[in-house]
């Protein structure tokens, strides 16, 4: 695949001095929108001096998916600035986002040749329903620069963004992930067909890599409908309940096309649904369907959850690891591919076992509509 011209960040590393300028580093290196959070590699070093004057750093982040017409790249500020708290500069936007003296654009090449460029045009995302998530930084307005179009996936694609009066100029490069087929369950199911997690042995589900992805991620969606017990036909409310089956599922050759199989422990299944809903005497409960989301990511990608995910002691002198691929700042420019199934029904034995079985029997789902004793169980 493609790889980006920037190589991990030699981003110098250093010790802090104390677990309060480690938190407020922490703090006004943060990724707005719980995207990702920026933390600096290990190592002695003097790189970076906590007291000096103010010093403004640029933040990237995106992720660049083919199988969508619509992207978006976020770039904030992050910087120290000495006698100033985190907490306050947080919620202060003007010390956030840039303003329009940052323009950023989107460049494609073809087997590195340049190929055509695209400007990033800065929107409010909360203006197009991409609010950002609550949390310590100022939530209004929330600046994204977006492209609206669809992307090669042959070809590679780099962010470029500029504000001369300031000083700044970065890019990031990214390859793209290319679609992948999904072989099971089917793809293609007919009205009759359904899913059984009935009876003994685990479900398999099994797909082929898309070029280019090198770490996966599954999702499992349940459809549920709640109705009032003493009137099947008043519809309560409908629920989505989401479980994580896997996480950073690695791919050996992300040129390759080798094929990924996962089993989905049937007791698992069951015990999931425990996990998720509490009985309620008042309603009875239907899985309409389920669905399996795929979500693959790049080299780029993997390497910048590797990095990022460094987990340390509560009496660490130092912050966790920092990758980047950003040319002149720092964050991270990679791709992504979403992949969903159809919605499949669930077989009437295995609505029974839901219903009925010893495991989550008891959570006030219905029985299958062949029981005798619908809704309920014998």
């Known amino acids: ?46 790189d970076i001096d906590l007291n ?16 969508v017409d619509t992207h978006f790249i976020r770039i904030n500020r992050a910087f120290l600035k000495d006698g100033a708290s985190a907490l306050v500069l947080a919620q202060d936007s003007e010390e956030i986002y840039y303003g329009e003296e940052l323009s950023a654009r989107l460049e494609r090449y073809d087997n590195g040749v340049f190929a055509g460029s695209f400007p990033l045009i800065r929107v409010d995302g909360d203006s197009l329903g991409r609010s950002k998530d609550p949390g310590i930084f100022a939530e209004n307005p929330n600046i994204l620069y977006r492209h609206v179009g669809q992307l090669n996936p042959e070809s590679t694609y780099r962010v470029v963004a500029e504000a001369p009066d300031l000083g700044i100029s970065i890019n990031a490069e990214t ?24 009876g003994t042995g685990d479900f398999l589900v099994r797909w082929a890599n898309g070029p280019g992805a090198k770490t996966y991620q599954l999702d499992m969606l349940f459809f549920l409908r709640e109705v009032d017990r003493n009137d099947l036909d008043n519809t309560l409310g409908d629920t989505v309940l989401y479980w994580r089956l896997f996480n950073n599922e690695l791919v050996s050759n992300p040129d390759g096309s080798e094929g990924k199989e996962f089993f989905i422990d049937r007791d698992g299944f069951y015990n999931f649904l425990v996990r ?28 910048y959850i590797l990095f990022s995910s460094t987990q340390l002691g509560i009496t660490a002198d130092q912050v966790s690891a920092l990758y980047t691929n950003v040319d002149g700042g720092l964050g991270l420019l990679g791709s992504r591919y979403e992949r969903f199934t159809p919605k499949y029904k669930l077989s009437n034995q295995t609505l029974d076992s839901i219903a009925c079985g010893s495991i989550s029997g008891g959570l006030d789902f219905a029985a299958s509509g062949d029981s005798p004793f619908f809704p309920l169980c014998p």
């Open 1 to 46: 695949m493609p790889t980006s011209s920037s190589s991990p960040s030699k981003t110098g590393s250093f010790a802090l001095g104390s677990v309060l300028r480690r938190s407020r580093l922490a703090l006004i290196f943060a990724v707005l929108g719980g995207a990702a959070l920026v933390a600096l590699i290990p190592a002695c070093s003097t």
């Open 52 to 67: 000096a004057d103010f010093e403004e750093t640029p933040v990237l982040f995106g992720l660049l998916d083919p199988s």
């Open 175 to 198: 390859g793209l992930i290319e679609d992948f087929p999904i072989t099971r369950p089917n793809p293609n199911p007919t009205p009759s067909s359904s899913l059984s997690f009935a």
């Open 276 to 303: 998720s809903v509490e009985p309620d005497p008042g309603v009875f409960r239907f899985i309409d369907s389920v669905q399996f989301r795929f979500y693959a990511g790049n080299q780029d990608l993997y390497n």
